[in-house]
Structures are given as C-alpha cells and as structure tokens.
C-alpha cells in the first residue's frame, strides 16, 4: 500500500515515517500521568458596601494588592486549598461557596501554567478581627471595584470584576470535591 501523495502534488517525504491514518502516541497518558499545572482558589470576601477585601503583599511595589487565597498542593482539593490559605494569610475561617470565575494563566518564567478558581466567600462581618500572615502581607483593605485598576494587577482586576458581574447575575456553580465511592465506575 503506497502513501497518498501531499494535497500539494509533491512526493512523500520517504524520511517521514508517519502514515496519515496512524494514530500517533504520546509519550505519557495525560489523563492518569498529565502536565503540572497549579491550581489556585482565591477568596472573593466583601464587606456590606460591597467593597472587595484585598491583601498588600510586602514583596511587590506596583500595584501591590491581591485577593487572599493560594495554590493547592500535592492532592489538595481547591476547597481545602482555600480553607488552608485564607486562614494562613488572614485567620479567618472560610466556607467556600460558589465558582464565580475561572481564570486559566499561561506559563511565564515566573510561573507555570495554572487555572485559578475564584470563589464566594460572602461578606466579612463589620467586627471581623485580621490576622495577616506578617511575612507576606502588610495590610488589607475594602477596595470598592470602580478602583480597583489602581491597586491590582491588570489580570486580577479583570478576575475580580468578572466575578463580581456573576455574583450580581446571581450565577456561580458549585465546587464539587471527589465523588462518592459508588458513583466511581469500576
């Protein structure tokens, strides 16, 4: 059985030994063996006026504020990775709510590539005492979100306002850990 020729009329290449209808393998299973790539839950938390609670991050000059939150580690779920970090980095305790938006990064030289789930955590009472994880943090703030391009990265400016305009939608979906031993096919 001889190659088709190219739709170009040249001959086959005779050092390319791909056949066209052959179904290529890669070299490792992508579903039980995949890529890293983080994972980051981020805490949406606003106060009554509906002011958005941001960090100021100690290691950063420019527009040095972000949302608390962080990346999961080893088999952490997004959930318990956002429990963990915004208790970390503030001390108060979360209970996550609904998926308001998924921001998918790129890899940089900084950073590898990453989805980060931004996630309902309502609204901080009035009394709420911080406790900011000195060494990474030195403040927090309700920033209003007609301000925010002042104080965020233009990347966690669009996540937040995105989320927001969800929240006012009344959308959002739920974060789903695992499953249930017998609803896992054999």
Same mark, same amino acid.
């Given at each position: 059985?001889?190659?088709p ?15 066209p209808?052959e ?5 490792? $299973?992508?579903?039980?063996?995949? $890529? ?12 009554a ?10 290691d950063?000059?420019?527009q ?21 970090k ?17 921001h ?5 030289p ?10 309902d ?9 911080l ?6 943090? $030195? ?5 209003p ?6 104080h ?10 995105s989320?927001l ?8 979906v ?10 896992v096919?054999?």
């Open positions: 059985m001889t190659s020729e190219p739709e170009t009329g040249q001959a086959p290449d005779p050092d390319d030994d791909h056949h209808d179904v290529v393998e890669v070299e490792r $299973d992508q579903f039980t063996d995949p $890529d890293g790539r983080r994972v980051g839950a981020l805490a949406l938390f606003r106060n006026t509906g002011s958005v609670l941001l960090l100021r991050k100690r950063r000059e420019r040095p504020w972000s949302l608390p939150g962080g990346c999961a580690v080893g088999n952490e779920s997004p959930a318990d990775a956002l429990r963990r915004v208790r970390e980095e503030t001390g108060l305790l979360v209970v996550p709510g609904l998926v308001l938006a998924v998918w990064m790129t890899a940089s900084k950073t590898a590539e990453g989805i980060n789930l931004l996630i955590c309502g609204e901080v009472a009035q009394d709420a005492k406790r900011l994880k000195s060494d990474e943090f $030195d403040a927090h703030a309700y920033v979100p007609e301000e925010l391009a002042l965020v990265q233009p990347h966690t400016a669009m996540r937040i306002l989320a305009r969800t929240l006012e939608a009344g959308g959002g739920p974060l789903l850990e695992s499953a249930p031993p017998d609803a096919p054999v």
